[in-house]
């Protein structure tokens, strides 16, 4: 118990003397603020209200009060705090465990004392005024930046009232402009529509004229395809029963598919419609635009695209029977009845039986001759039907009225769509001045190992690799997602492209005073979430008085 209070008597006289002229005596540990709660002429009262000792027990190492307000001066108390004074520098508080604990936390080295109270322990030293004295520099530094940005962001806001008044003007011409547009397209409008009348008023004659001409070429061409296939009935009904039959078409050579020398009675039957026989009306219908394409190649009439004909080579080459095939089939979807595949045995020429069936497309010339040259003809444009002069004028005047009528449409358009652009400019959002409307438009670049990234403010955040490969989005502009004090502190870009089994990537840019625009840093703190750093003169909002009183605060 003498110990103790030896101890407490030594560690208050210390304490007391050590104190300057012009500061208010006080305990270790205690701020000038709370000076006037230790008292040494009174009792000490803890600061919850819980307890009251005399004030030797103040600072003598052992934890008395609950809230541990007894010991600001040394490690006793789990939850206590020490106040670093720091003269010349910034005052700080400790949590009381780092109290002689070896290391020096406060610069005035009041943190670390030896049993006989020596300061700094004999290994700290005061270094408050080095300290105090780079610190006020950098705040130097900083000031004047703040204050060069802050001239640059003024000039930045004053174009941009410049930029939104010449905006504003430009858009209350382009409503006039509008309104113009609107009256002169419904003026051509009404021109074309008038001239287009008259127009289909003229062409109704030739228009009615040539479908007559379709309709005779068509029966035409229906007829002679019926007397072709007449004339085929009978010269392949050698019994001249009416009717034809598998056998009657096994002594046709011409429809060996397969080529094995032989016509086999599936093969008839495919001509005939899988029918043991049929007669001339269903010979005219089904069965002869089968059979045609490969009467013609047996006939030499068939002539591949780019070749002269040859007979021999047109019968023995499976291409020809490709071909033919695919005629056959084009003949069988005009009469809107189905074809049926043939089924052949297997046998070793079965691949040349199926390629024959490969490149159908290539068709019969002679066939297309005979049945669409009149057909063609019928399909002639407008443009190349030669009119009477009065008619001719009429298309013209509706040519040009439809012209014209686009032109004013697009005109309008154009006008409409600047109008879209200002009125969303001039509502988005550029700060409270306006500053950052200057960033718009601009895009800035940052590259690091892998990437070079891209912030184009109020666009959008891309990145790309540096060996090659397309641009990635990180985001598209969303919002300012400051705090409430400091709005204009962040922007926040969303809706990105997925990651791989992951969310849409988002970027948050983080925006510091600056003297000119910089991008300086990018990092992923989390998958898929990005943050850049970006120094700005629009960022540099505080005043010039604001950033004096900074610097006053560091002395």
Request: proline content about 4%; overall charge negative; hydrophobic content about 25%.
């Amino acid at each position: 118990m003498q110990t103790r209070h030896l101890f407490i008597t030594l560690s208050c006289l210390v304490s007391l003397q050590r104190a300057s002229s012009v500061e208010i005596l006080r305990p270790r540990g205690v701020s000038v603020t709370k000076t006037s709660l230790y008292d040494p002429e009174k009792n000490f009262t803890c600061f919850d209200g819980s307890l009251t000792i005399p004030f030797v027990q103040v600072n003598d190492d052992f934890c008395d009060c609950p809230d541990s307000s007894d010991e600001p001066g040394t490690a006793a108390c789990p939850n206590g705090l020490f106040h670093c004074t720091n003269a010349g520098h910034q005052p700080m508080d400790l949590p009381s465990s780092r109290v002689n604990d070896g290391i020096c936390d406060c610069c005035d080295a009041t943190d670390e004392f030896d049993g006989q109270e020596k300061l700094g322990g004999g290994h700290c030293t005061n270094t408050c005024q080095e300290m105090g004295r780079a610190a006020r520099e950098l705040a130097q530094r900083l000031a004047e930046m703040q204050k060069r940005g802050a001239e640059v962001r003024k000039e930045m806001a004053r174009k941009a009232a410049e930029l939104k008044a010449g905006k504003s003007s430009r858009l209350g011409q382009l409503r006039k402009d509008q309104e113009e547009a609107e009256a002169l397209k419904a003026e051509k409008e009404a021109i074309k529509k008038q001239a287009e009348e008259l127009e289909t008023a003229a062409l109704a004659v030739y228009r009615e004229a040539e479908e007559l001409e379709k309709e005779r070429r068509a029966q035409l061409s229906k007829e002679e395809n019926e007397k072709e296939a007449k004339s085929m009935f009978e010269l392949f009904d050698a019994d001249k029963d009416g009717r034809i039959s598998i056998p009657e078409l096994m002594t046709k050579q011409e429809f060996d598919q397969n080529r094995d020398g032989q016509v086999t009675n599936e093969e008839a039957r495919f001509f005939l419609n899988q029918n043991e026989e049929v007669g001339e009306e269903a010979f005219i219908t089904e069965c002869w635009p089968r059979m045609k394409p490969f009467y013609m190649m047996s006939t030499g009439k068939y002539i591949p695209p780019g070749e002269e004909p040859n007979t021999n080579e047109e019968t023995e080459d499976p291409e020809n029977f490709e071909a033919a095939q695919d005629d056959d089939n084009n003949l069988a979807e005009q009469t809107e009845e189905p074809v049926d595949a043939v089924e052949t045995e297997e046998n070793p020429e079965e691949d040349v039986d199926d390629g024959e069936h490969e490149d159908e497309e290539e068709g019969d010339q002679d066939k297309e001759e005979e049945d669409s040259d009149h057909e063609k003809e019928g399909e002639k444009s407008f443009s190349e039907v030669q009119y009477d002069a009065e008619t001719q004028r009429l298309i013209d005047d509706a040519a040009n009225a439809r012209h014209e009528f686009e032109e004013a449409d697009r005109a309008l358009r154009d006008v409409e769509r600047e109008i879209r652009q200002i009125e969303e400019s001039l509502d988005k959002d550029y700060g409270i001045d306006g500053e950052f409307a200057a960033l718009e438009g601009e895009c800035f670049e940052y590259t690091d190992r892998e990437y070079t990234y891209k912030l184009c403010p109020f666009d959008q955040v891309t990145q790309r690799p540096k060996n090659g490969g397309g641009d990635t989005r990180l985001g598209t502009w969303g919002h300012w997602a400051g705090s409430e004090s400091d709005r204009y502190s962040n922007m926040m870009y969303t809706n990105g492209q997925s990651c791989w089994n992951g969310p849409q990537r988002s970027t948050k840019v983080e925006l510091s005073c600056g003297t000119e625009n910089l991008l300086k840093a990018v990092s992923e703190p989390n998958r898929c979430e990005y943050k850049f750093e970006f120094e700005t003169p629009a960022a540099c909002h505080i005043s010039e008085d604001a950033s004096s009183k900074g610097i006053h605060d560091e002395l």
